[in-house]
């Protein structure tokens, strides 16, 4: 088992930045790729950007390329995502989840986070 817990979100205004952090617990974090995901109301949930196990390759939604990074300490068992340039369209609550592979289905993932909202006002 992993247990993912989220931290950073909030309310920021337009153009504004906060950073999400990801700790995770329970089997070795090293051996999980890790992904950050969203969902606003009455949307699905959407990939954002996965990174591998050991952090050397990342891939990234169009979405949000160029506006967020990704990170991970595995000493530190935490992943994180630097989100700058927020757009009101942001707005959602924001899953980190760690699977064996990177990939942008939500449902290959095997474990989740119980989500943290961010809030971007206009």
């Known amino acids: 088992q992993v247990q993912l817990v989220e931290s950073g979100g909030g309310l920021v205004q337009a153009g504004g930045s906060l950073r999400l952090s990801c700790a995770a617990s329970?089997?070795?974090?090293?051996?999980?790729?890790m992904g950050w995901f969203r969902q606003a109301p009455g949307k699905e949930r959407e990939f954002l950007v996965g990174?591998?196990?050991?952090?050397?390759?990342?891939y990234y939604a169009d979405s949000v390329k160029g506006r967020f990074t990704i990170s991970r300490d595995n000493a530190k068992n935490t992943v994180y995502l630097q989100m700058n340039s927020l757009k009101p369209e942001d707005t959602a609550v924001y899953y980190c989840?760690?699977?064996?592979?990177?990939?942008?289905?939500?449902?290959?993932?095997?474990?989740w986070g119980q989500g943290t909202q961010v809030t971007v006002s206009s």
């Open positions: 989840a760690a699977s064996t592979v990177v990939t942008t289905t939500p449902t290959l993932y095997e474990y």
């Open positions: 329970g089997r070795t974090f090293s051996r999980y790729a």
């Open positions: 990174i591998r196990r050991s952090g050397g390759s990342t």
